[in-house]
């Protein structure tokens, strides 16, 4: 297995554009999660799907942010309009697991986002 | 709220000495700790997973120890070597999502 995979892994991008970051879990995986990784905060988690729907989308910032997951194999985390203090590098993780706890999550290679 | 503590400040030991590394927690119940491995310009790595009524896992060179009175884990890597520096995560849940500290960075010197 290739593992979860992320494009792109380097965005740049201007102040108040839109950003669309993709991630494509590990096959035969019920959950997928969306962090944000700053040196300030740390690894956030964001969202998290279970099955393809959306459980828990406590950690997104605000309504600029918003995530899909049309199908198992797929997901989109987009920020529209995009700041700089959304710079951050996001990491996109699968589990099967169903979201538990118990579970070993497996991470992506991550984007690393620039908003100027 | 829920706090979690790892020491921001690098971890350095010589090569095959024992890295202990902490990992706090306060205003938390968590039922599985866990901990990754997260090497520069990379994703985090799973390494164990230890449940609450566990008092201590091993895996090979690694041993986690998770003291729910203390609300404390304990992460040790013996004989480590260089290739194991790296920024290590604790991670803690309940039974649902995983919260991560900020990791503690290790340096193992030859």
Redesign the interface.
Known sequence: DAGVIQSPRHEVTEMGQEVTLRCKPISGHNSLFWYRQTMMRGLELLIYFNNNVPIDDSGMPEDRFSAKMPNASFSTLKIQPSEPRDSAVYFCASSSSGGTGGGEQFFGPGTRLTVL | SQKIEQNSEALNIQEGKTATLTCNYTNYS???L?WYRQDP??????LL?I?ENEKEKRKERLKVTFDTTLKQSLFHITASQPADSATY?CA????????????TMLLVSP
């Open positions: 968590p039922a599985y866990q310009g990379r994703g985090p790595v799973f997973l449940r995560l803690l849940s309940g039974y649902s999502t995983l919260t991560f500290g900020k990791g």
